[in-house]
């Protein structure tokens, strides 16, 4: 009867440990903190001052996009990431100067709208759109982290500004 325990124990043991440890460095997402993406810097690649941005993508009508992944080009680095449930995205290690070309993404990979945005530094924090469809981001030197939101228009253009409703955690 003792090995019938002993053998339950161990069993026991084996699954906790098993199914435990690999939690220990899971980190629950929430809607302040979204799943961050990998930069697009190559390993070794780094900017100093580098900047992370907190992108919100959603619909003319206000609705989060989701189910749609994002392409971000920055030279001839490329990469796709998908949007969380909230229709955001976070994006880390990017240079403060920069040109990055956002696509939203449909789920065959085929591209909805793009927005190139020309990001600098200034003396204010700004995020807007020109006529042309072109975005600009300008960035204080000490900012380390800028809110974006992003709205996919119905024609296919993206509009690109400062989403002013939510403190980036």
Do not use: N
């Amino acid at each position: 009867m003792k090995s019938i325990y002993r053998t339950a124990y161990v069993l026991l043991f084996t699954f906790l440990l098993l199914f435990s440890g690999g939690c220990t460095d899971t980190v629950e997402a929430d809607h302040s903190s979204s799943s961050s993406a990998p930069p697009l810097a190559s390993s070794g690649d780094t900017w100093e001052g580098s900047l992370t941005i907190l992108a919100s993508f959603q619909r003319e009508d206000g609705s989060p996009l989701t189910e749609q992944s994002i392409r971000l080009s920055a030279g001839d680095k490329s990469a796709e990431y998908p949007l969380d449930e909230w229709g955001e995205l976070r994006v880390s290690g990017l240079p403060r100067k920069m040109t990055l070309e956002v696509t939203v993404l449909d789920k065959e990979s085929g591209p909805l709208g793009t927005i190139t945005i020309s990001f600098s530094e200034g003396t204010v924090i700004d995020a807007s759109t020109d006529q042309e469809g072109a975005g600009y981001v300008v960035v204080k030197e000490d900012t380390e982290a800028v809110d974006l939101l992003f709205v996919l228009c119905d024609d296919g253009s993206i509009q690109c500004d400062l989403d002013l409703g939510r403190d980036i955690a």
